[in-house]
């Protein structure tokens, strides 16, 4: 994450300077031949270089904008909020957004990590030292004492994230928690697609699909009665590309396996699964080095690795704007459990 | 095997070049009139389905037999159903039909585009005002065999209420009554009278009028007009519709001649000697920040400068008038900002400035300054099952303020067909009506035709919180207004 700076600028989002928010791998090449200007587009600027008439945000900008209002309505408007932090690049934006909402105070609400005991160990170190920067409270709910008091079961495929949601929901109830902010994007999946950004589950955590509160203008209604609780998604509107090209502008650290790096692997469901305590390989599964890196980062036991030489941000940036691939389509085996299965989840309290 | 693609050399170079802004735009649509799969060929032909996705698409195409002449699916001759594209949840799959507003996503080299697709058929009232509400532009599909219907008008009528930038009508399945030019021309005209009879295109000084009324030939199954102009249509000279979506400005760039700077206060940032530690690290002077007070919140209309008289709008009080003397942004600050973005000011003067009081221009450019009233005239746009009915007992958010509110009088329903208001003393859902309230605290209301932000509201049940209305503030009756083309 950037340190904050004091520096006097004049807003340079406001300028039509050239940005990166150009998305050229699903663009149509038969357009470029269009001039750029628009005869509406409000620009130009004096002698002085000031601008004579502020044009309009840029993409990435409006998105920043919107996210950073909706956390600060949600501070405003709960008692206990909360955020939920994995160390994923998602949250880890969720986060920084919340930094600058705040600036220059700190972020005034806790962090909640629902831990699989199935992590990473460099996300989780990547975790406690984020926390420990933004001097932060860290909640944690661990699906392994769940599974050691004999409240949850281990599932025969191991995969340990749809056990997620009955400690998620202790740590909600027992700290009272009224909003939880998580990092869900409606581009991720159907179901997230007609989400709404403030989003009511009830003394179950469930999501109601079908009784949905109408989402008008930039009001939000966070009322909810005693029990209920709401999941708020300040960047439901941005897309993978938007979050990777942020986490370029803004120069925000992610844990190092985002980006490519040597790692034992084998193969499993068509994904490159990583060589660790909790993803053992089966005796016909063969193990081999390969260059790779993590489009998303969940549990062990069911996150895949992609092939990619992509080391920098940059490099990512680039591969992800050419990439054909969703991103859960290549690297979740949750989400191909059912052309539902996300679906399900969400209706049993999931993120 | 997943691996990712090899980058094209050109995607790299352009990558840095453009300067794509954010423009949102919703469908509306009746029954069969094709709109899923001009959604999907959307999508599809402007590169956003990816391999995946496309790949379900085409077995569910082919286990259904699927034999239109749609895209074809990646190294197959396969054709696909471009509506499967935007297909939603299961119980929707399950029930055949569309639950709610879907929202999608795609860029092009000039654009990113946030598409609301709202379902035409069950509770069209309440899906179109949530998608539109959020709206640069809204795209209403026509089928070129029925023409304009009761629904069109429908649609339409819900537009000009909620003064929608542009409006898009795309006359569908043109090839399926042989790209004639005729039958276009003709639904062309009936679109253009509905236009002239509701007031859509009409330009107002200061108001936020429908700007454009643009009519389109499209075949969305065969990609007509859609994303480039066709061959088939020559008679057509105009735009294809990812070309209009393309240029037009949003709502935004349009408001921001208005020159009305609005910023309601969502709150103080005051950290009082508890900085951020990061911030801190980052060389932060703690001396200089010690009493930093500032207040936090998003310009909903116009812009701001360093050294402007603004009024901060406390309702039940005067208007204070002090000068801004910082917008900082996250550790930078900026000499001017602009809407949307979100900020935090300083103030000249100390004043005791909180969250629901609202920071206006002040002075000749920000023209007439909101006054506070407790007396709200209003349309209201019913969203619930419950209806509304005099003496009822509502909460008003509008704003970064919530306020209770007692319902007077229900003044009129309006007929979407005709546009005229009828006598009625209740709202049901979908309904669209004039009711007056008596609000329990003032309010710094505006008229909605002339601040979308500032005029806007919701009616929230006390009871069980949820949403019941959409609200768009009036003028007081005496003050003119022309009631038939007004909300």
């Given amino acids: ?351 | 095997m997943s691996t990712t693609a090899t980058v094209p050399e050109s995607a790299a170079a352009s990558l840095g070049l453009s300067s794509a802004s954010l423009f949102r735009f919703a469908t509306a649509g009746s029954v069969d009139d094709g709109k899923s799969t001009l959604v999907g060929r959307l999508l599809h032909d402007s590169k956003a389905i990816l391999s995946d996705q496309l790949d379900a698409v085409a077995r569910t195409s082919a286990d259904r037999g699927f034999g239109g002449s749609g895209a074809a699916a990646p190294g197959g001759t396969q054709r696909i159903d471009l509506a499967l594209l935007t297909d939603g949840l299961r119980a929707e799959r399950e029930q055949g039909i569309t639950i709610d507003v879907a929202y999608r996503y795609f860029a092009t080299d000039r654009r990113s585009f946030i598409l609301a697709d709202c379902p035409g058929h069950v509770q069209y009232t309440k899906n179109t005002v949530t998608g539109a509400s959020t709206a640069d532009a809204v795209v209403v599909l026509i089928d070129a065999r029925k023409g304009v219907l009761e629904q069109t008008r429908r649609h339409l009528s819900v537009l000009q209420l909620l003064r929608v930038a542009h409006v898009v009508v795309a006359v569908n399945k043109i090839d399926l009554v042989d790209f004639s030019e005729d039958v276009f021309r003709a639904i062309e005209a009936d679109v253009q009278q509905v236009g002239r009879e509701l007031g859509l295109g009409r330009q107002e000084s200061s108001a936020v009028g429908v700007a454009d009324l643009f009519v389109i030939p499209v075949s969305a199954l065969d990609g007509d007009n859609v994303v480039d102009r066709s061959d088939r249509t020559p008679w057509y000279q105009g735009p294809a519709l990812l070309e209009v979506l393309e240029t037009l400005p949003a709502a935004d760039e349009l408001e921001s001649h208005l020159e009305s700077f609005r910023f309601p206060v969502q709150l103080v940032i005051r950290p009082q000697g508890a900085l951020a530690p990061d911030a801190v690290a980052g060389g932060l002077d703690v001396e200089n920040y010690r009493d930093y007070r500032a207040y936090a919140g998003q310009i909903t209309e116009g812009s701001v400068k360093v050294g402007d008289k603004v009024n901060v709008l406390t309702p039940g009080q005067a208007p204070r008038t002090t000068t801004v003397t910082g917008i900082d942004f996250a550790g930078r600050e900026l000499t001017e900002a602009v809407a949307p973005r979100s900020v935090a000011l300083r103030l000249a003067d100390e004043f005791d400035v909180a969250r629901g009081d609202t920071i206006a221009a002040a002075g000749p450019a920000g023209g007439k300054i909101p006054e506070s009233t407790a007396d709200l005239y209003a349309a209201l746009c019913w969203l619930s099952p419950k209806p509304l009915r005099e003496g009822a007992k509502v909460l008003v958010k509008h704003g970064t303020r919530t306020v209770q509110a007692l319902v007077r009088n229900v003044t009129g329903k309006l007929d979407l067909a005709n546009f005229q208001l009828e006598p009625t003393t209740t709202l049901e859902l979908n309904d669209i009506g004039h009711a007056q309230l008596r609000l329990a605290a003032p309010l710094p209301l505006e008229n909605y035709l002339r601040h979308r932000r500032t005029g806007a509201f919701l009616v929230i049940d006390p009871q069980d919180g949820n949403t019941l209305a959409a609200g768009l503030v009036k003028d007081h009756p005496g003050d003119h207004e022309d009631e038939r083309y007004s909300i």
Avoid at chain 1, 121 to 144: A, C, K, N, W, Y
Wanted: contains cysteine.
């Fill in chain 1, 1 to 351: 994450m950037s340190t904050f700076l004091t520096s006097v600028a004049v807003d340079p989002d406001a300028a039509p300077a050239p940005s990166r928010d150009g998305d050229a791998a699903s663009s149509i090449a038969s357009r470029s031949d269009r001039p750029d200007a628009t005869p509406w587009a409000a620009s130009g600027s004096t002698a002085d270089g000031r601008l004579s008439s502020p044009a309009r945000l840029s993409s990435l900008d409006t998105l920043e904008s919107e996210a950073i209002h909706i956390i600060r309505e949600v501070v405003a408007e709960f008692e206990k909020p909360a955020l939920l932090f994995s160390g994923g690049k998602d949250s880890v934006v969720m986060l920084h957004l919340a930094t600058k909402a705040f600036w220059p105070g700190k972020v005034p609400f806790p962090v909640l990590h629902v831990d699989t005991g199935h992590n990473f160990p460099e996300v989780i170190e990547f975790r406690d030292r984020t926390v420990e920067r933004l001097g932060l409270r860290l909640v944690v709910g661990s699906v392994q004492e769940f599974i050691d008091s004999g409240a949850l079961a281990e599932r025969a495929d191991g995969t340990r994230n749809p056990l997620q949601t009955v400690p998620l929901l202790d740590a909600i109830q027992r700290n009272k928690f009224d909003a939880v902010f998580g990092g869900g994007r409606r581009d991720e999946d159907k179901a997230r697609a007609k989400e709404r950004i403030l989003s009511l589950r009830d003394e179950f955590g469930q999501w109601d699909p079908r009784n949905q509160r109408p989402e008008l203008w930039n009001l939000y209604n966070g009322r909810h009665t005693v029990g209920q609780h709401v999941r708020a998604f300040p960047i439901s509107n941005w897309t993978e590309l938007d979050v990777w090209r942020y986490i370029e502008r803004e120069n925000i650290e992610l844990p190092g396996l985002y980006y490519a790096h040597q790692r034992e692997v084998f193969a499993r469901d068509g994904m490159w699964r990583a060589v660790g305590e909790a993803s053992q390989p089966r005796e016909d599964e063969q193990v081999i080095t390969k260059t790779v890196r993590y489009r998303t980062v969940g549990d062990m036991s069911c996150t895949g690795a992609v092939e990619s030489a992509a080391a920098t941000v940059r490099d990512v940036v680039i591969e992800v704007a050419a990439s054909t691939i969703t991103e859960r389509g290549a690297t979740r085996a949750d989400d191909r459990i059912s052309e539902a299965a996300m679906e399900d989840r969400k209706k049993d309290g999931y993120f």
